[in-house]
């Protein structure tokens, strides 16, 4: 199969997206990605002075480019009902890609609403944003959530330890941040499996980037890497450009099933292909566990609007 490029992005023209985290990293490339090929694009971040530099970069490449900030801190379930309400006034959002994410925080933080930062800001801020944003999701004809998953995903417990979720009583950075993406990979596929039993025409995506060297690296360990991470760093990851492919991949192949999953074909890095989710993600009874502890932390619900709901098939007529 050829290998797939931004080239292969079909037009977005009158398409409506939000990239969280969209001023850094892997969100920027996708929010440049997306804007080249003509999407209407909502950097949704903490600072509108970041945004906007960034923004400033994006309009330097693509001249014309329709990107603006809207002001969403994950870690706030307040900031995040705000937000939903602003987007609730467009006329439909098409594309939601849940990208902001935090890793490796030395010592256990809380976020405003008393979860584990990680935990917080990587999964339940996406999982409340994702919900609330669900009616004006479901105003657009081909609605999409792309949800922006890890490798790490495999590691750490390999479980969500639902027995001391905010990790209360065991902190450990590396596995906090673990079970946050296995929760954003198991919520993508949840999604995707709700969306489809309720008729919608919502498709659920997910990927991971591979390793890419972005301001992960150092932003929630507060301060850059040590010469010998940076040195496996150099070895093993690829550019942020190329890990943010997977995303773009995710996020408008016309041919993406719901509940397809997306990464590098060589695992940490190249061109982005298909792939198997991984296996503690296909557990349906710890998914549906995880989604209902999500809406009681949250206060989100499952809530497909009336108008989205499909119209029964009138039934067959009997034969006569
Ligand atoms: N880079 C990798 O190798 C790699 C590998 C696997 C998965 N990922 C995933 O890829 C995603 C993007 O990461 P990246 O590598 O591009 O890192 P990055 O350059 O650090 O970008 C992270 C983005 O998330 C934003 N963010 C952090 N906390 C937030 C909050 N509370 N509310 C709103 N936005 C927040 C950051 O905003 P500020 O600029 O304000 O901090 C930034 O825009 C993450 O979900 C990460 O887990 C990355």
Same mark, same amino acid.
């Given at each position: 199969?050829?290998?797939?490029?931004?080239?292969?992005?079909?037009?977005?023209?009158?398409?409506?997206?939000i990239?969280?985290?969209?001023?850094?990293?892997?969100?920027?490339?996708?929010?440049?990605?997306?804007?080249?090929?003509?999407?209407?694009?909502?950097?949704?971040?903490?600072?509108?002075?970041?945004?906007?530099e960034?923004?400033?970069?994006?309009?330097?490449?693509?001249?014309?480019?329709?990107?603006?900030?809207?002001?969403?801190?994950l870690?706030?379930?307040?900031s995040?009902?705000?937000?939903?309400?602003?987007?609730?006034?467009?006329?439909?959002?098409?594309?939601?890609?849940?990208?902001?994410?935090?890793m490796?925080?030395?010592?256990?933080?809380?976020?405003?609403?008393?979860?584990?930062? =990680?935990?917080?800001?990587?999964?339940?801020?996406?999982?409340?944003?994702?919900?609330?944003?669900?009616?004006?999701?479901?105003?657009?004809?081909?609605?999409?959530?792309?949800?922006?998953?890890?490798?790490?995903?495999?590691?750490?417990?390999?479980?969500?330890?639902?027995?001391?979720? =905010?990790?209360?009583?065991?902190?450990?950075? !590396?596995?906090? !941040?673990?079970?946050?993406?296995?929760?954003d990979l198991?919520?993508?596929?949840?999604?995707?499996?709700?969306?489809?039993?309720?008729?919608?025409?919502?498709?659920?995506?997910?990927?991971?980037?591979?390793?890419?060297?972005?301001n992960?690296?150092?932003?929630?360990?507060?301060?850059?890497?040590?010469?010998?991470?940076?040195?496996?760093?150099?070895?093993?990851?690829?550019?942020?450009?190329?890990?943010?492919?997977?995303?773009?991949?995710?996020?408008?192949?016309?041919?993406?099933?719901?509940?397809?999953? !997306?990464?590098?074909?060589?695992?940490?890095?190249?061109?982005?292909?298909?792939?198997?989710? !991984?296996?503690?993600?296909?557990?349906?009874?710890?998914?549906?566990?995880?989604?209902?502890?999500?809406?009681?932390?949250?206060?989100?619900?499952?809530?497909?609007?009336?108008?989205?709901?499909?119209?029964?098939?009138?039934?067959?007529?009997?034969?006569?």
């Amino acid at each position: 199969m050829a290998t797939w490029s931004e080239a292969d992005i079909p037009s977005q023209e009158g398409r409506l997206a939000i990239v969280t985290g969209g001023n850094s990293g892997l969100g920027w490339f996708t929010t440049l990605g997306l804007a080249r090929a003509g999407a209407e694009v909502v950097v949704a971040t903490r600072s509108e002075r970041k945004a906007g530099e960034s923004m400033d970069r994006i309009r330097s490449i693509v001249p014309g480019a329709s990107v603006r900030f809207e002001s969403l801190d994950l870690a706030s379930l307040t900031s995040i009902r705000s937000f939903t309400e602003r987007m609730d006034r467009l006329a439909r959002v098409d594309l939601l890609v849940n990208n902001a994410g935090v890793m490796f925080v030395p010592r256990r933080q809380l976020t405003e609403d008393g979860f584990e930062r =990680q935990f917080g800001t990587n999964y339940l801020g996406p999982f409340a944003l994702t919900l609330g944003l669900l009616p004006t999701l479901l105003r657009s004809s081909a609605p999409r959530v792309t949800t922006v998953t890890s490798s790490a995903a495999k590691g750490g417990k390999k479980r969500i330890a639902f027995e001391d979720l =905010q990790w209360d009583h065991s902190y450990a950075h !590396y596995a906090a !941040y673990c079970q946050s993406k296995l929760a954003d990979l198991m919520f993508a596929l949840e999604l995707a499996r709700r969306s489809a039993a309720a008729g919608l025409p919502l498709i659920s995506t997910a990927c991971h980037p591979g390793v890419a060297r972005t301001n992960l690296q150092s932003s929630g360990r507060g301060g850059p890497p040590n010469a010998g991470f940076r040195l496996i760093l150099h070895f093993i990851a690829q550019d942020a450009e190329d890990g943010a492919k997977s995303i773009l991949r995710a996020a408008t192949d016309p041919a993406a099933t719901s509940g397809s999953f !997306y990464g590098p074909d060589r695992g940490m890095k190249g061109d982005p292909v298909l792939c198997p989710p !991984y296996a503690p993600a296909l557990d349906l009874p710890a998914r549906a566990k995880l989604w209902d502890t999500s809406e009681q932390l949250t206060g989100a619900r499952w809530k497909v609007p009336l108008e989205a709901r499909p119209t029964p098939t009138a039934p067959r007529m009997a034969a006569a």
